[in-house]
């Protein structure tokens, strides 16, 4: 073959300039993932990734003090919407309480997850911290409060001759599921929180987890703990109840029927 023959087959094949393999890859990595998957990655704070499932509801995991606890980053509550009136009631019995909470914006993180009318909870009275701030329902936070007030603090100042300094939780609002099923948590609708440690004020720290034999005014604090408690929530799990809640506390509000209330 000529030279000149040689030269117009080489015109004749495709050419591929840089740009081109640019604009082809660009199109590769739009067609592997969704404007959603970019904007909103599937990954709650808190939680480590290898805990995440790809799709849906998270699994519901022991809580982890030094994980699950992170703040939820809520942006403050600014909507023309009418709060109700149940809502309303609930926010004053809130500060009767002495709740230092603020509102924030509704939640709906999807069908099955999300708070209409949250609030963030960082203290209750007495001057007790709850870190860190719990995003929870009124009703949850309501009930929580009085717990604390009614039944933790005169309980900690009996045993302890001290106040309650700052309750630390493990976990409040979470979009998950109870581990081993596809039943919805109440963490899931802001109604649950999940207790760590109790700190008092005169500097004694109550771990939750099971204490040893000899620990016997911080075994009795936590019976107390446990057993009152069952007068406020639907639901007080603890140490003793399964591995999942070998390190906290968890109460909820879930509504069952004829009332029924699991305390275990």
Known sequence: MSFLRRMRSRDKAPRSTPVAALLLSGLAVLSACSVSDVMRPNVDVGQTTAAVPARGLQALVPSNPFLAGYPRLNAPMSQPNVM???????????????????????????????????VEVSGFSGNVGLKPAATLSCQMALAFASWTKEELAPAARWRYFSGVKTIHQGSSYSCRSIAGSRTVSEHAKGNALDVMRIELKNGNDIDVRKPGWFAFRQRGLLNNVRSDACGYFSTVLGPGYNADHKDHFHFDIKERRNGHRACK
């Open 84 to 118: 109700p009136a149940g809502e309303r009631d609930c926010r004053r019995q809130l500060k009767r309480l002495g709740v230092r909470f603020r509102d924030v914006a509704p939640i709906r993180d999807s069908a099955s997850c999300g708070i209409d009318w949250p």
